[in-house]
C-alpha cells in the first residue's frame, strides 16, 4: 500500500490536486509528522515546513505547520498559520490554539477578544472548553484564581461536553491552586482527580463507563 493510500478520502482528493509525484511526497510527510508532533516537535516542524513548500494553499498542510509551530512555542507562526488554515477551509478547531499563542506572546487582550467572539459561541462542546481553559488561563497569569476558577466552575457544567474535556478543566484547576501556593486545594483537587484519570484510563481501553465529574468533583 502506498503512503497516500494510508490517508482519509478526504486528504487524498486534497493531494491529488498536486500531481501524482508531489502527492507521494506529501503524503509519505504527512505520516511522519503525525508520527512525531508529540515525540519530537523539532523534527515535525522541520517536516511540517518541507510540507508546506510543496504548496501553500492546502489547509491540511498550514494547519499542520501551525500545530508543530505552537508544539515548539514558536507562537508567532502558530497564529500566522493557524489563521490561514481557517481563511482556507473555515474551520473554527484551531481557535483555542491560536487564543493561547496570543497568551504565549503577551497579547491577552486578544484572548479576551476570541473568547466573547460569535466564532467562540458557535465552537463544538469540548473545543469551547478548551478556549475556556486558555481563558481562565489568562486570568491565572495576572494572579486573578478566582476569576480563573469561576470560568472552569461554569465550563464544567455544560450537560454536553465529554469527560475527557471536564478531566482537562479539573487539572487546570488543579494547576492554579498550585500556582496559587494554595496546597491544601492542590492536593484535595490532585486527590479527586486521580481515581478520574484511571477511570477514564479504563473508558479508552475498554467499554464505555458512565462517570458523574461533577459528582466526583464536589
Known sequence: MSMIEA??????????????????????LIIQIYDNLSVNPELALELTRRLVNISTRIALFRELNGVA??????????????????????????????????????????VLKIASSDEALSLAPDTHAELAIVLASVYADSNKFESAHQILQFEIKRFDISNDSKLKILEARLNFYEMAGDDEHAKQMNDAIEPIRVQLQEQHNGPLVTYDLLEKEA
Open 7 to 28: 490517508l482519509s478520502n478526504s486528504t487524498r482528493e486534497e493531494l491529488m490536486s498536486l500531481g501524482l509525484q508531489k502527492a507521494n511526497i506529501a503524503a509519505e
Open 69 to 110: 509551530a505552537y508544539n515548539n512555542g514558536e507562537y508567532r507562526l502558530a497564529i500566522t498559520e493557524l489563521k490561514t488554515a481557517k481563511r482556507i477551509n473555515g474551520a473554527t478547531d484551531y481557535l483555542p490554539m491560536i487564543a493561547d499563542s496570543y497568551r504565549g506572546i503577551g497579547q491577552s487582550e486578544i
